[in-house]
């Protein structure tokens, strides 16, 4: 059973960084596109941010040059980087891993940024 599980969200203050994760498991990770996406409280689950399974990246307008996406298809795992963190980006963080035949999510992670 494929399980996809997220770490490292908190509390932090505007301006501070946070580095999730996501370790998959029973998954060939290599051969998924992995993806970030958020949803706010009474707003509709958005894409933060995905790299391909050739590690090309594209990211929302929103974070672009304050997040990063990377991943470790040794580990299977994928990470984001989030810098220069402000009060909107506060939602929980769910983890995604799509192919052409399967998309799975993971349980979500909260990050909270206050001002």
């Known amino acids: 059973q494929v399980q996809l599980v997220e770490s490292g969200g908190g509390l932090v203050q505007a301006g501070g960084s946070l580095r999730l994760s996501c370790v998959a498991s029973?998954?060939?990770?290599?051969?998924?596109?992995m993806g970030w996406y958020r949803q706010a409280p009474g707003k509709q689950r958005e894409l933060v941010a995905i790299?391909?399974?050739?590690?090309?990246?594209n990211y929302a307008d929103s974070v672009k040059g304050r997040f990063t996406v990377s991943r470790d298809n040794a580990k299977n795992t994928v990470y984001l980087q989030m810098d220069s963190l402000k009060p909107e980006d506060t939602a929980v963080y769910y983890c995604?891993?799509?192919?052409?035949?399967?998309?799975?999510w993971g349980q979500g992670t909260q990050v909270t940024v206050s001002s």
């Open positions: 995604n891993a799509r192919n052409f035949l399967s998309n799975y």
């Open positions: 790299i391909t399974v050739r590690g090309g990246t």
């Open positions: 029973e998954l060939d990770f290599s051969r998924n596109n």
